[in-house]
């Protein structure tokens, strides 16, 4: 029979989520993550993930947990768990010890490379960062659950960062006046959420980041140096060759704060810098 007490339903099981699991499951823990793709199953399951298709098998039966993880990004009809699934959450409200959300680093805005904190004001630049704060707003209203909101920079980790890039000869050094990004590492996210579960404070917002906000052309320039290559080409951004999501993350330039963290949950940033997670991510593809 399954500890609830010890079990989180993960909707939307992403890069994030896979993290958290990661550290969960050893510690004896149930994760129950949703997919829509069957063909992840076996991969979910490899990982101790015990998965379910969403949003059919959601609906036919909530599992009983005591904790949910939402990783699932608004559309255009807004939040997709909440759109499909609201009522259900909201019965389980008793037995719910946690539920967290998370967010963007997107729905502060541009600041010019200023510093933003969690009591900023919410002025973001895109549709999909408006998108966003609604959507935190909508779980943030659920005053009878203990909702979290996690607001992400910019995600990196194994298989997500430089270096692929710059093997397949594809990568490009941006060049914009004064932008600049904060960053987190995928084992950060999943150490904040981890500390957050063991100290529940509901209604709080969070900023995952690391310390050391830099233009990206700087990280570029340090992952070709680690793999003894010449950097690409400085390209202005007005022509570099993007995707229009990829460009629009450009519209945004600002240095996130992470005191709250650290102040109230205790973490201590397993890599509190581009430089140092980048020498981690090589001698691990190495190992």
Not at 79 to 91: A, M, S, T, V, Y
Not at 113 to 120: A, M
Not at 210 to 218: I, L, N, S, W, Y
Request: include cysteine; charge should be neutral.
């Amino acid at each position: 029979m399954t500890d609830t007490s010890k079990t989180l339903l993960s909707l939307g099981h992403g890069f994030s989520a896979q993290a958290l699991a990661e550290r969960l499951v050893p510690l004896g823990w149930t994760i129950i993550g949703t997919t829509r793709k069957p063909e992840k199953f076996e991969a979910m399951r490899a990982a101790g993930v015990t998965p379910m298709l969403w949003p059919d098998a959601v609906k036919q039966g909530m599992p009983k947990v005591s904790y949910i993880l939402t990783s699932a990004g608004p559309d255009e009809d807004g939040d997709p768990i909440l759109r499909e699934i609201k009522p259900q959450i909201l019965q389980m409200a008793p037995q719910l010890k946690w539920v967290g959300y998370l967010s963007t680093t997107g729905v502060y805005g541009d600041h010019d490379g200023g510093w933003v904190d969690e009591t900023s004001p919410l002025d973001p630049a895109t549709i999909r960062g408006q998108r966003r704060v609604e959507a935190e707003e909508e779980w943030l209203s659920l005053t009878d659950l203990p909702v979290h909101v996690f607001r992400l920079a910019g995600i990196y980790g194994p298989g997500r960062g430089p270096f692929a890039k710059l093997r397949k000869g594809i990568a490009q050094r941006v060049i914009k006046k004064n932008q600049v990004f904060s960053r987190t590492h995928v084992d950060d996210i999943a150490q904040v959420l981890h500390a957050s579960i063991d100290r529940p404070n509901p209604g709080r917002v969070y900023n995952v980041c690391d310390d050391d906000p830099q233009p990206p052309e700087v990280v570029i320039e340090y992952a070709a140096k680690l793999l003894d290559m010449p950097p690409p080409p400085a390209v202005p951004f007005e022509t570099a060759k993007m995707s229009p999501m990829a460009r629009s993350f450009y519209s945004d330039s600002k240095r996130v704060r992470n005191d709250r963290i650290k102040d109230e949950l205790g973490v201590t940033l397993k890599y509190p810098d581009f430089k140092s997670a980048l020498h981690a991510m090589l001698k691990e593809e190495q190992a």
